[in-house]
């Protein structure tokens, strides 16, 4: 065997040293595969100002598709650090997404929900004999797991959210699975995560970071823009926090860690777009209910993200002012037939706030259905 090794080495050596003369153009190993770029653009188009967290991601991803994820391990073990509401959870809900075409085809643990030692029932099952054995379907089994699977896609994305709030037990549990890929659960049988992509959301230091973003950004006083230099020193602040609570054992298993920026000003003036497209849709989606279109002028659209900045909360604070403002005044337009099927609604800034005017029908308002 060693021969064969030692004979196909010299051979390897021997047609390098024969190749040598002749220009052989580099190969390109950035280069990404088709499929590949578009799960990364797909991304793209959804998630803004996070492109480390793309990056990590779209490389495993890639790795998988070739089947060349180490072997016994899960594809890949990924720690998502960083402010509140930047997009850490909204980020495995987009890859989600992106290869089944459902947000939610993913497997959730909140590490919350298992702070006392019994707990962990709910996720592995107890053993047999015990009581409530049969009624406690664990969380994590071998089908849970393949739930999503697809002919195509045999990857599961398994998400530990906020895991500073595991317990010691879960913690155990999850050092194995980072590492050797398998878990036993209470009735001995053997779960296989090896075809698992596992994230793990921390808001870690998220006390120090907000101090920093204040003091940072600031606002109206002192608008200070948040650069390379706040972005540094946030990641710092996370990743020491890191270092301080997790065990070197957990940090040493992680593939990659990457700490999420603080959305920008201009960030979140594209978060906004994003989100209003998806009230958008939301009332286009809806079954049976007026498809009626609305737009937001430049000053109104101003106005919403004046009242929906706030660095400590992140795009989650204007997602809420968008519902408020939007959303539940559209709700009673159409509850109270002010507003119609194939409908424009105007929304601009009036004085007192949010002004909503019917404009003219779209030209194209026979395509809308009633
Ligand atoms: N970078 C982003 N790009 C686009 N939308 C975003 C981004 N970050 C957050 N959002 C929007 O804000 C919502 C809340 O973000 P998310 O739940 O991912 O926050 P988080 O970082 O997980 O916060 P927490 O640490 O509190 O759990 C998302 O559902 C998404 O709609
Ligand atoms: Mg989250």
New binding site residues.
Partial sequence: MLDDVRNSTAVASASAAVQEPTETPALEPTRRGEATREFEAFLHS?????DAAIEAVTEVYQTFLVGMNPPDRPVANLLFL?P????????V?VVAEALFGNRHAFLKIDCAEFQEHHEIAKLIGSPPGYIGHSQTPPLLTQEALSRWHTDKTKLTLLLF?EIEKASETLWQLLLGILDKASLTLGDNSHVDLSQCMIFL?S?LGATEMSGLVEGGIGFAAHPVVADASLDEKIARTALEAARRKFAPEFMNRLDKTVV?NT?RPE?LEQ?LD??LAKVQQRITGAAGRAHFTFRCTPEAKQWLLKEGTDPKY???HL?RVIERNIVYALANLVATVQVAAGDLVNVSLGTGGLVFTKAPPLRDTGSVAD
């Fill in positions: 959804r998630i803004v100002g996070q960083g509140t509401g930047s997009g850490k959870t909204y980020v809900e959210d959301t808001n999420f959305l960030q978060i994003l989100e992140g795009a989650r997602k």
